[in-house]
């Protein structure tokens, strides 16, 4: 399952269990909208209550990743997995975002800077 808020200036997803391929096009999906407003999109992803993740998931995020190399300024993943944090510095070189892994989602939220929630976008799945 993944819970998804839409801010003015980023995308936050906090994923629990297992993340699926579904819950990764739905989320592409959110994204993609705010890319359309121009501005590179930050995003906030925090995986520290995720379990596991199909392999279709897997290969949907590089794919998207690859898709939208230019489209992010800030990509902050909130871990405390070492696997996470070198599968991070592997997207680096498919991206040209900032990507930085915290273990405090508050650290990470300070680096993307402050941004205020638009109302009624909340999106659970």
């Known amino acids: 399952m993944i819970t998804t808020n839409v801010f003015v200036d980023r995308v936050e ?3 629990y269990g297992r993340l699926t391929f579904d819950e990764c096009r739905e989320f592409e999906q959110l994204s993609d909208y705010r890319i359309r407003f121009g501005a ?3 995003l906030l992803l925090d995986l520290r209550e995720l379990e596991s993740c199909s392999l279709d998931a897997l ?4 794919r998207y990743g690859r898709t939208h190399a230019h489209d992010f300024g800030r990509i902050a993943i909130v871990s405390d997995s070492p696997l996470v944090a070198w599968l991070a ?5 498919i ?3 900032e990507v930085c892994v915290f273990d405090d989602a508050d650290m990470a939220i300070e680096w993307l800077g402050a941004a205020t929630e638009m109302p009624g976008e ?3 799945h």
């Open 122 to 124: 909340q999106v659970v």
């Open 40 to 42: 590179p999109l930050d």
């Open 89 to 93: 510095l592997l997207s680096l070189a």
């Open 13 to 15: 997803l906090h994923a």
């Open 95 to 97: 991206m040209d975002a």
């Open 59 to 62: 290969i949907e995020q590089m």
